[in-house]
C-alpha cells in the first residue's frame, strides 16, 4: 500500500517512517520537514558496492551523485560505506571537502565548469574531472600545468541514445547540451586533443543516459556503445581507454504504479554484456563507475507539511494548501513530477478523497501533485510526501523568501538533526 518498505503505520493510525512516528516528528523538529532514512541509505550504497564486485572482475567504484541531496552528513554516509560521489560545483566539492571527503574517490562533472573550479578540484587532487568540451580541455591543462600536476580526465561522451522519460531530465541523445557526440567524430577528436595535451591523463569516458529510467536495456546498449568507441579508439590510436564511466539514471518508485528495476540486476546485465564485448574485441576489462543519485536516496527520504488551508470549487476541484510547495520541491513545477501522499495522522485511514495538493508561493503552479488520492483533509493535519530523498532539499529555493526546512536523519528509531532550519537572520545574511 505504500511507495517503500520503510513507511507503515502505527498502531495509533499515525504514518510511521523508519520505526519513527512522523506526526511526533513535526510536533518536535516543525514543518516543513524532511526526513531522511539512514539505513535505507546505507543499503543502497550497500547493494550498489557489492553488486559491482559480485557481478564484475575489472574493478569499479560507486559514485554517489551528490546533486540528488548535498549536506555535509551524506559525504560522511558516503565515505563510512567507502563509496566516492559525484560533485558538480564548487559548492558541492566544498562540502565534500569539509568533511575530508577522500579526494581520489570524486569525481566531477559540469558543462561549464569555471576557472575558480577548476582550480579548486585540481589543487584538492579529485580522482577525475569529466571534461565536457574542447575548451574545458585546454583550460584544464593551462591550469594543471600552473599547478604542475597531472589531471586524470574523463571524457563525457553523448552516446546518441534516447531513454524513456522527461525530456528534460534526459541527457544522452544528440541534441545534448552535454559532452563530446560520438556520431559526427567529434568524440574522437576530443581523445587526440586530451592526448596531445601534455598536463592531461586521459583515463576513459563518461556517459549519463538520463533519470528515472526504469529499463535496463537503454543501460547495456550505452555500455555497448561506449565500448565500441573505446575498441574504435584502439584501433585507430594505438591507445586503450581504461576508465568507462556509465553514469546514473536508475528510477525508483514514486507511485505504485512505478516498477523500477532491482539494481543488482543493473550490475549483472551490464557485466555480462561488457565481458562479453571485450572478449570479443581483444580489450582489457574496464575498471567501471556507476553514478546513482536519486535511487539511494530518495526512497529514503519523506517530506512532512502541515496543512494550513482547504478550498473547494464546487464540481471543479479541491485545494489543500500546505506550509511547504516548490521552495522545498520545484518537482511538479518543473516536470510535472508524481507523487504518493498521505495524511500522517489519518495514515490508515482510507484515501477517500481527491485533491490538488498546493504550495504557498504567489504562484499558480506551486503545485505538489494534481488529483492525488487523500484521506479526508482537515486544517492542521500533517502531510506527508513520499519518495522526496533525492532532487527536494538540493533543489530548494528562497523565492518569496521562505526558509528552507530543516532536515531530520533517522537512524534505529532516533531522529538527529542533520541540516537545522533557517532562521530570517539566515535569509538576510547576504544582503548589504
Ligand atoms: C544527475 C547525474 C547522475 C545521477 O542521476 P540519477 O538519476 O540521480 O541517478 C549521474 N551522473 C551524472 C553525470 C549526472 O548528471
Given at each position: ?5 520503510n513507511l ?9 517512517f523508519?520505526?519513527v512516528?512522523?506526526?511526533s ?5 516543525g514543518t516543513?520537514?524532511y526526513?531522511?532514512d539512514e ?10 558496492r ?5 557481478y564484475?572482475?575489472?574493478g569499479?567504484?560507486?559514485?554517489y ?7 555535509k552528513?551524506i ?7 567507502q563509496i566516492?560521489?559525484d560533485v ?16 581520489e574517490?570524486i ?6 565548469k569555471?576557472e ?10 579529485v ?6 568540451s574542447?575548451?574545458?580541455l ?5 591550469i594543471a600545468?600552473e599547478?604542475?600536476?597531472n ?6 561522451l553523448?552516446?546518441g541514445i ?10 544522452g ?13 567529434t568524440a574522437m577528436e ?5 592526448l596531445?595535451?601534455?598536463n ?11 533519470s528515472q529510467?526504469?529499463?535496463?536495456d537503454?543501460?547495456?546498449h550505452?555500455?555497448?556503445v561506449i565500448?565500441?568507441f ?8 594505438g591507445y ?7 553514469g546514473g539514471g536508475f528510477?525508483?518508485?514514486y ?5 523500477p ?7 549483472e546485465?551490464v557485466?555480462?554484456k561488457?565481458k ?5 574485441k581483444?580489450l582489457?576489462l574496464?575498471?567501471?563507475i556507476?553514478e546513482?543519485g536519486r ?9 512532512l ?25 520545484p518537482?511538479y ?6 507523487y504518493?501522499?498521505?495524511?500522517a ?10 485533491v490538488?495538493?498546493a ?23 500533517i502531510?506527508a510526501?513520499c519518495?522526496?530523498g533525492?532532487?527536494n ?5 528562497h523565492y ?7 532536515v531530520?536523519?533517522?537512524r534505529d528509531e532516533?531522529?538527529r538533526l542533520i541540516v537545522r ?5 539566515d535569509?538576510?545574511s547576504c544582503?548589504?
Amino acid at each position: 500500500m505504500f511507495v517503500s518498505s520503510n513507511l507503515s503505520v502505527g498502531k495509533n493510525g499515525h504514518l510511521v517512517f523508519a520505526g519513527v512516528d512522523t506526526v511526533s516528528l513535526a510536533e518536535e523538529y516543525g514543518t516543513p520537514l524532511y526526513v531522511m532514512d539512514e539505513a535505507m541509505i546505507r543499503t543502497n550504497m550497500g547493494q550498489f558496492r557489492d553488486s559491482v564486485e559480485q557481478y564484475y572482475h575489472g574493478g569499479g567504484l560507486v559514485c554517489y551523485a551528490s546533486k540528488a541531496f548535498s549536506c555535509k552528513e551524506i559525504y560522511r554516509i558516503a565515505k563510512s560505506e567507502q563509496i566516492g560521489i559525484d560533485v558538480v560545483s564548487i559548492g558541492e566539492l566544498y562540502t565534500a571537502m569539509s568533511v575530508e571527503f577522500p579526494a581520489e574517490k570524486i569525481c566531477y562533472h559540469g558543462n561549464n565548469k569555471t576557472e575558480e573550479e577548476l582550480n579548486l578540484a585540481i589543487e584538492y587532487g579529485v580522482g577525475w574531472i569529466v571534461a565536457d568540451s574542447f575548451s574545458e580541455l585546454e583550460l584544464l591543462n593551462r591550469i594543471a600545468g600552473e599547478q604542475r600536476k597531472n589531471v586524470k580526465v574523463l571524457l563525457r561522451l553523448t552516446p546518441g541514445i534516447e531513454a524513456h522519460t522527461h525530456s528534460f531530465i534526459q541527457t544522452g541523445q544528440i541534441d545534448s547540451k552535454f559532452g563530446f557526440t560520438i556520431q559526427f567524430g567529434t568524440a574522437m577528436e576530443a581523445v587526440k586533443q586530451a592526448l596531445a595535451l601534455p598536463n592531461l591523463l586521459l583515463d576513459g569516458v563518461h556517459c549519463h543516459i538520463g533519470s528515472q529510467i526504469f529499463e535496463i536495456d537503454p543501460f547495456v546498449h550505452a555500455a555497448e556503445v561506449i565500448l565500441s568507441f573505446i575498441a574504435q579508439v584502439k584501433d585507430e590510436l594505438g591507445y586503450e581507454l581504461h576508465t568507462m564511466n556509465l553514469g546514473g539514471g536508475f528510477g525508483i518508485r514514486y507511485v505504485p504504479a512505478d516498477q523500477p528495476a532491482a539494481y543488482r540486476s543493473y550490475m549483472e546485465q551490464v557485466s555480462k554484456k561488457v565481458k562479453e564485448i571485450v572478449a570479443e574485441k581483444g580489450l582489457t576489462l574496464p575498471f567501471i563507475i556507476l553514478e546513482p543519485g536519486r535511487s539511494i536516496v530518495g526512497a529514503a527520504g519523506i517530506t512532512l507539511y502541515r496543512v494550513g488551508g482547504i478550498k473547494e470549487i464546487p464540481g471543479v476541484r479541491k485545494y489543500v494548501s500546505v506550509d511547504g510547495g516548490m521552495t522545498d520541491n520545484p518537482r511538479y513545477a518543473l516536470y510535472g513530477s508524481e507523487y504518493d501522499f498521505i495524511l500522517a495522522n489519518k495514515a490508515g485511514e482510507e484515501k477517500v478523497d481527491t485533491v490538488t495538493v498546493a504550495g504557498r508561493c504567489c504562484e499558480s503552479g506551486d503545485l505538489l501533485g494534481k488529483d492525488v488520492a487523500l484521506q479526508n483533509a482537515q486544517i492542521g493535519d500533517i502531510l506527508a510526501s513520499c519518495a522526496t530523498g533525492a532532487y527536494n532539499y538540493s533543489m530548494a529555493s528562497h523565492y518569496n523568501r521562505v526558509r528552507k526546512p530543516a532536515v531530520v536523519m533517522l537512524r534505529d528509531e532516533k531522529a538527529r538533526l542533520i541540516v537545522r532550519r533557517e532562521t530570517l537572520n539566515d535569509l538576510i545574511s547576504c544582503d548589504l
